[in-house]
């Protein structure tokens, strides 16, 4: 019997093995493809004018002019408030969205599937391409990038938890459905205490993520401390660039590590 199993143990690791290779090939072939298209050579970095152009910038940001930090910081102030509104505002359609294309809560096939299309649509769209969609809607100007925002994060987070309502323990749900609870009372005394933590988890790493991406959009007119550092590469100030490239990694650091440690506290 031990002699007739040994092959059907082997045949998956051999099978993984070939796939492991196989990948690995499509890597480096598409790797190399892609440099031979784009002309994306570590050469042309390392060009002697093109680095000596980066040493001569870097070396300017490294002298930060500090008298800007009053301009930098309430623009950094203002990004984070563009962050967590446009984060709470997605997340709150995303907790309703995800109920009603979650399986194990809505049966019909027919409406998790269109609602799903739908999202799997809105997911498509990049954080870039919204504000400059909403920039041309509302104008420039931070409102842009909220809105941008709260798509992108409806798109992070609705992906995220309505995975995790579909792998709650159904037992809670069946019992309540037993008596002739309603869904209204399912969701809040079957569902939600399954999963609130993984939500306010999920949150958390989209404010992580919607933080980064708010510092970009300014490029494009959404708002915030993005377009003061357009503008100082535009005008060659680059030890006021260095200034805004240093206030925002302090406060990104800040946040990434006080979500972390949140979410890990959820977590446990």
Known sequence: MSNSQTPNHELPKKKLKVMNIVWVLVLVIGFFLSVNTTNAHISVLLAPQNFSQFADIFVQMCHPDWSYASTAIPLV????????????????????YSLLI???IIKNKAVTGVLRFIMNIIRTLPDLLLGAIFVAIVGIGPVAGVFALSVFTFGVVVKLFYEAIETIDPGPIEALTAVGANKFQIICFAVLPQIITYFISYVLYAFEINVRASTVLGYIGAGGIGLYLQQTLQVFAYDKTGTIIIVIIIVVVLIDYISSKSREALMK
Request: aromatic share 4%; proline share 0%; net charge positive.
């Open 102 to 104: 979650a399986r194990n």
């Open 77 to 96: 102030i203002e990004t984070i408030k563009m962050a967590v509104l446009g984060t709470v505002i997605g997340s709150i359609v995303a907790f309703i």
